[in-house]
């Protein structure tokens, strides 16, 4: 496998360049949906077992502050981070156990083009997020009911 620098990435974003930093951008990089500092913890233990979920919260505070990594709030305590520009993707995701889906296409692109021309705005980009049971929760919802 090769292995990927984003030391370009993080010049063009006045970000310098270290071997942790470059591990966590991979594995957002790398992930289909966003993730959670203890998801990208466990990601990264076997590559690097020294480094601590604080040192995490300090590369991720630096790519947020950059622009270079967006922090989602899904729930009051369960925030996810995600690439900023890598694809446009939409989610969907279980309010009970916090399952991420990504979508693989985006359902609004023909409204968007309707909504500028009737706001005459020129839109940049768009937020779109589905929020639900995963079958698995809708399962153990409907035993509770049932019986
Ligand atoms: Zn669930
Ligand atoms: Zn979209």
Known sequence: ??????????????????KQRELVFGLLTD????LTVEEIYVGLMEKEKNMSLSTIYRILDVFVEKGLVQKSNITDNKAVYEVVGMGHKHHIICISCGKIIALDHCPIKEYEKALEKETEFEITSH??????????CKKKNEGDHGK
């Open 1 to 18: 496998m090769e292995s990927k620098s984003y030391t370009e990435i993080f010049k063009k974003n006045g970000i310098k360049a270290t």
């Open 31 to 34: 992930s289909d949906v966003p």
């Open 127 to 136: 937020k779109l997020v589905f929020f639900g049971y995963c079958p698995e």
